[in-house]
């Protein structure tokens, strides 16, 4: 079946960097665009943060993220990575890898905090 198991949250500073990682399996990872969205605290909704498509030739943002976040993939370890760079009290929330083969489907999450 399929999984998303995402790592790598934690609590760091403003102006800190988090990687985060999201190892798939249970789909055809390198024929699918894979997503990372984030779940704000007390929010009803996840909001997309970007989007890799699928050999990793075109990236998408959210304006809020935008210069600061890179999205990235290793197609061999059937993994997506979300490298978040000066990081902001707002960028706190759970933080999830998603993909279209199973738009249902959600993994935990991993918890980012972002706090002097």
């Known amino acids: 079946q399929v999984q998303l198991v995402e790592s790598g949250g934690g609590l760091v500073q403003p102006g800190g960097s988090l990687r985060l990682s999201c190892a798939a399996s249970?789909?055809?990872?390198?024929?699918?665009?894979m997503d990372w969205y984030r779940q704000v605290p007390g929010g009803k909704e996840r909001d997309l943060v970007a989007t890799i498509t699928s050999y990793g030739d075109d990236l998408n943002y959210a304006a809020s993220v935008s210069g600061r976040f890179t999205i990235s993939r290793d197609n061999a370890k059937n993994t997506v990575y979300l490298q978040m760079d000066n990081l902001k009290p707002e960028d706190t929330a759970v933080y999830y890898c998603?993909?279209?083969?199973?738009?249902?489907?959600w993994g935990r999450g991993t918890q980012v905090t972002v706090s002097s």
């Open positions: 249970g789909f055809p990872f390198s024929a699918y665009a």
């Open positions: 998603h993909t279209l083969y199973k738009p249902k489907f």
